[in-house]
Structures are given as structure tokens and as C-alpha cells.
């Protein structure tokens, strides 16, 4: 949860370039205590509370699920996608999802997706 969350605050725009938000500008925004952030961004409170995660999500723009590690989307017009894989391909974009980037990550959703559908595709014996 902590790479999550670290990783959300350093890929928010701002309206200065080539700048994220501080902690503590997160904090203001959120109404959470700036050493309750840095601390779930260090890995050192693992258990926050529903409130703090609903603002988290609310000021990133993203799911409570992705904030908790139990999806690897952070876009919730991804996760309908991600529930029709199976489990080998929802394991693997998994993997990846602990390793790479959101873009990677989509872009190998739709790989899946694409190949998932062709393998769905039966022939009807009219050749």
C-alpha cells in the first residue's frame, strides 16, 4: 500500500511542471495528518482507516481497492475488464501490476483481452 500511495502522490499533476504535491499539501487537501501520510507511505501504518482510505482515493481520483492492493487498477472502468480474465492471465497482470507502470499494466490488459477474445472465437464448420 505504501509503493501505492507514494507512487499516486509523485504522479499527481500540480500546477507548477515537473512538480508533485508534498505530503503536506496532500494532507491540507485531504484533512489527514501529515505524519498519518508519510507513514502509509513508508510502509509503517498497514491498517488506516476507511476514512482516511475514501479521501486517499477521493483526491487520487482512484478506487479504495486499488489504495489496498486488492486490484491492480487504479481506474474503476478498469476493473469490470480485469473480473472477465481468468486466473492465469488475472495472476499474471497481477505480477506485472506489483512491478510495472498503470500504462504497461493497461496495455497488457488489452493484449490479454484481444487474445482471450480470439481464443473464445469458435469456428462454425462452414469452411
Do not use: C
Not at 14 to 35: H, L, Q
Not at 117 to 123: F, T
Request: net charge negative; glycine share 6%.
Amino acid at each position: 500500500m505504501g509503493y501505492r500511495l507514494l507512487n499516486l502522490r509523485e504522479n499527481t499533476a500540480t500546477d507548477k511542471p515537473f512538480r508533485f504535491p508534498s505530503t503536506a499539501e496532500v494532507a491540507k487537501a485531504t484533512e489527514i495528518a501529515v505524519g498519518t501520510i508519510n507513514a502509509l507511505e513508508k510502509g509503517r501504518n498497514t491498517n488506516p482507516s476507511i476514512d482516511v482510505i475514501e479521501r486517499l482515493a477521493r483526491y487520487y481520483e482512484v478506487t479504495p481497492d486499488y489504495i489496498l492492493g486488492w486490484s491492480p487498477f487504479y481506474r474503476p472502468d478498469m476493473a469490470w475488464k480485469y473480473a472477465e480474465l481468468d486466473d492465469k492471465s488475472a495472476n499474471a497482470l497481477l505480477h506485472l501490476a506489483q512491478r510495472g507502470n498503470q500504462a504497461t499494466l493497461e496495455y497488457a490488459l488489452m493484449l490479454l483481452q484481444s487474445i482471450n477474445l480470439k481464443e473464445g472465437d469458435k469456428p462454425n464448420g462452414d469452411d
